[in-house]
């Protein structure tokens, strides 16, 4: 069975990945926990998943925590404006260890999306083509709790963004951490690049919808221009550039480029992707419990 790390495995994205490996069966202790952090990984460790440090901006951390891996899940810095170099570490590291398999966590349609948020994720794309080992792309698209995360703050504003009547096809993390969790199990992924998404493709005022219905509550979309949209996230705390990343990646809705009929995301998790609704459900629930 081959090792397999996960960095930043403490994420929201990691620890799904890290459950996902241990529902396919795969041994805890091929499993490698790769966090900035050891201590907040010791509910991994107690399940017998090795924890090691891995910090982006740390190269050595990074290159002691992949030797004797197989194979490396890449998951995408959160640090905007820092993450091409940080990946460009981790990249580095992986290739140090030989591994056989580097599969990376990268954005919908990376190669032609306009998107802000996309530059550095092109950029270390670029990086991964001149590799010295197997490369996976898993370019995700959006998650489900992009717009459930925040649910008392989306209940008194309802949905706002610059999406206008375009379409985005969510699903949620736990899919696409199933579908990962497939590709590094599995064979035949080195070289592939994966166009990940969900089977639905709403509007926002659709998914406003579904979680006025799912909470019983009055929510609508208000469609704001790019500008005004991230003066809003702005006055909400977020930093430049942040705020505008954000505000443009929602006009990119508009622009459809977070839709896909690729079908990748279903085929590697072997199901349909979770209905909108039913995720909708499910995170409203958890929200309330």
């Known amino acids: 069975m081959p090792t397999i790390a996960v960095t930043a495995a403490t994420g929201q994205l990691g620890r799904l990945v890290v459950d996902a490996l241990l529902e396919r069966g795969v041994d805890p202790a091929s499993i490698v926990a790769a966090v900035r952090t050891p201590d907040n990984a010791q509910d991994l460790a107690a399940r017998g998943v090795q924890v090691r440090e891995a910090d982006y901006t740390k190269p050595d951390t990074l290159k002691a925590?992949?030797?004797?891996?197989?194979?490396?899940?890449?998951?995408?810095s959160s640090e905007v404006g820092q993450r091409?170099?940080?990946?460009?570490?981790a990249i580095a590291a992986a290739e140090d260890a030989g591994v056989e398999?580097?599969?990376?966590?990268?954005?919908?349609?990376?190669?032609?999306?306009?998107?802000?948020l996309a530059a550095e994720h092109q950029e270390t794309e670029r990086r991964l083509a001149q590799a010295t080992v197997p490369v996976a792309l898993l370019r995700n698209g959006w998650y489900t709790e992009n717009y459930t995360g925040q649910l008392e703050v989306?209940?008194?504003h309802g949905v706002v963004g610059s999406a206008g009547e375009g379409r985005v096809a969510p699903a949620p993390r736990r899919d696409f951490a199933e579908a990962a969790a497939a590709v590094l199990t599995g064979?035949?992924?080195a070289g592939r690049?994966?166009?990940?998404?969900?089977?639905?493709?709403?509007?926002?005022t659709e998914i406003a919808a579904l979680i006025g219905e799912a909470t019983g509550k009055d929510v609508g979309y208000t469609d704001l221009p790019v500008e005004a949209y991230t003066e809003v996230l702005s006055k909400a705390g977020l930093p430049a550039p942040v705020d505008g990343v954000i505000a443009d990646s929602s006009a990119a809705i508009g622009r459809g480029?977070?839709?896909?009929?690729?079908?990748?995301?279903?085929?590697?998790?072997?199901?349909p992707t979770t209905?909108?609704?039913?995720?909708?459900?499910?995170?409203?629930?958890?929200?309330a419990a």
Do not use: C, K, W
């Open 101 to 116: 398999l580097l599969a990376y966590t990268s954005v919908l349609q990376a190669d032609t999306t306009t998107m802000l």
């Open 257 to 271: 480029e977070l839709t896909t009929d690729s079908g990748d995301l279903a085929r590697l998790i072997g199901r």
């Open 154 to 156: 989306t209940l008194e």
């Open 187 to 189: 064979e035949g992924h």
């Open 275 to 287: 209905p909108v609704a039913d995720a909708i459900r499910a995170d409203v629930g958890a929200a």
């Open 65 to 76: 925590a992949f030797q004797g891996v197989d194979r490396v899940l890449l998951i995408s």
């Open 193 to 204: 690049t994966y166009e990940l998404a969900g089977d639905e493709a709403l509007t926002l």
């Open 84 to 89: 091409a170099a940080q990946h460009a570490n």
